[in-house]
């Protein structure tokens, strides 16, 4: 395997590749994970997974401030060194600012990822390769691999490079990027990815098959949660975890919802409590105050995944921030598969178009499609505040689909399938 995104680094794209690791790993496969050595440079490195099933390869891979402060200041390098690193760090700040592609992102891990990655193929025959994207590089690592090296090689993709409306790239550097996938996914066996739409998205680009493998949720990760973090009283508390993406999520029509029962003097409304888990979240705090609701929001910041499913199982529901941009109907989060694992009423506020997150969540009967509608929200908080309980009815069978280890099982079933045949022919 090879991937940046990687145990303990707290990122949602480190549990999908490790949930395939893990289960892989526990059904007798020998894996190895080809990483890069973590620091507090890559975010919070607080994910502590209870079974480690893998091999571990870590790269020494260094990380340069792209955008130095004083690009042409001497760095009091020796001779050529001193030289050549200034000219390096020169032509990535204009790289940075002329040629904004994705594709560089993390540029750096080819050179030393190929050389290791070389090393063990040398030394062991490995039957597969999976590289995940992002960041591109590591397909790179993998397609490059190929042309030494015989072995099957699968393609992850968590979000799209080419067709990732996030990116507001120019069309020169779109059409660049587009030749470039198009070119290192050459030779890849069997790409995966997270929904049916990106699936069909990548089928027209690439003319290779393509499997839908969703992110899922891992029971074990919900295991021993006995502790109780919220106090117990007579609030009512709605929270919100994960990452907030302030040009693509809108909390507004939920804060609108709480200001006119605010200003109605609706009974109850000190019950109310907002709390707010995640990256980037203090944005939503902001957004509060901008409404007057700031009295009711509690932003806290990033915590531990297992403080994350516990606190999910103990609120009184769950705000499900869904994408506004219908762009990205696309787009399911792995989020959504632990809301809808802990078995607490979700609400999904933000867009009032068809989505893929939404209709998961009526599929599942998990929860609420608010959307925009502020008198929607309104008489959900209501029953709320008057102790009513949210009605749901979880489809228990359909929700066990998406465990991480039935999905794990899915895509090496798939890997094997076409191993089989290519051995036939």
Partial sequence: M?????????????????????YWGQGGHDITVLTTEKSSADGILNYTPKSIEARLSELKYRRKNYVPTKPFANNHGKGNKGFYSRVLRILSVIREKYLPMQMFHKLGMVPPGLARANKLLDHRAFDTVVSTF?????????????????????????????????????????????????????????????????????????????????????????????????PVDDKIRIVHTGTFYPLKQDPTPLFEAIRELKYENYQNMNRLSIHVFGNKCDLIGKLAQEYNTDEFVAVHGLIERELSHRIQKEA??????????????????????????????????????????????????????????????????????????????????????????????????????????????
């Fill in 134 to 230: 992002d960041p591109f590089a590591c397909h790179i690592i993998a397609s490059m691999l190929k042309n030494n090296h015989k072995f099957f090689w699968l393609a992850d993709y968590r979000d799209l490079l080419t067709g990732n409306n996030f990116q507001e790239d120019s069309n020169v550097i779109r059409c660049l990027e587009r030749h470039s996938e198009k070119f290192f996914l050459r030779r890849a066996d069997l790409i995966s990815t997270v929904s049916d739409p990106l699936r069909r998205k990548l089928e027209i680009l690439h003319a290779k098959p393509v499997v839908t493998i969703e992110n899922g949720f891992d029971p074990e990760e919900f295991d021993g949660l006995n502790d109780i973090f919220f």
């Fill in 2 to 22: 090879i991937t940046y995104a990687y145990p303990p680094l707290n990122r949602i794209a480190s549990s999908r590749i490790y949930s395939w690791a893990k």
């Fill in 316 to 425: 009184d529901a769950l705000l499900f921030l869904d994408w506004t941009d219908v762009r990205q109907q696309g787009i399911i989060t792995s989020k959504i598969y632990e809301y809808v694992f802990a078995h607490t009423p979700i609400l999904s506020i933000g867009t009032d178009f068809a989505s893929i997150s939404n209709d998961f969540i009526k599929k599942t009967g998990t929860g609420f499609l608010l959307g925009r509608s502020v008198p929607k929200i309104k008489k959900v908080l209501k029953k709320l505040l008057d102790h009513e309980k949210l009605p749901t009815a979880p489809n228990v069978e359909l929700i066990n689909n998406f465990h991480k280890k039935r999905l794990a099982n899915k895509l090496l079933a798939e890997i094997f399938s076409r191993i089989d045949q290519s051995a036939k022919v």
